[in-house]
Nanobody
Framework: QVQLVESGGGLAQPGGSLGLSCAAS????????MNWYLKTPGKGRELVAG???????NYVDSVKGRFAISRDNAKNTVDLQMNSLKPEETAVYFC?????????????WGQGTQVTVSS
């Protein structure tokens, strides 16, 4: 059974920092692309950052230089460090695993963690 469990959301002030973590199980973590998405009310999920199985990272332009995604293949975790947060980044953040698993392309999602940026 594939599980992605996010933690670390909460309240941050504008300009502050938060770290999110996602614990994965039930699949070969080291082979999957791991992503963080956000969702705001009335909008679909938007990709924030991703990291390949080899450790290559990509970010949406708006977070470059402020957010950092990392993975630990020994612990089956993927983290998102968010710095200089903005109020408009208030959202539910989701961990996503993607790749060829059991013979075909699959994606899995965590339940999401709320991040609120407000003074």
């Amino acid at each position: 059974q594939v599980q992605l469990v996010e933690s670390g959301g909460g309240l941050a002030q504008p300009g502050g920092s938060l770290g999110l973590s996602c614990a994965a199980s039930g699949f070969t973590f080291r082979c999957a692309v791991m992503n963080w998405y956000l969702k705001t009310p009335g909008k679909g999920r938007e990709l924030v950052a991703g990291i390949s199985s080899a450790g290559s990272t990509n970010y949406v332009d708006s977070v470059k230089g402020r957010f950092a995604i990392s993975r630990d293949n020994a612990k089956n975790t993927v983290d998102l460090q968010m710095n200089s947060l903005k109020p408009e980044e208030t959202a539910v953040y989701f961990c996503n695993a993607a790749g060829t698993m059991w013979g075909r392309y699959r994606e899995y999602w965590g339940q999401g963690t709320q991040v609120t940026v407000s003074s």
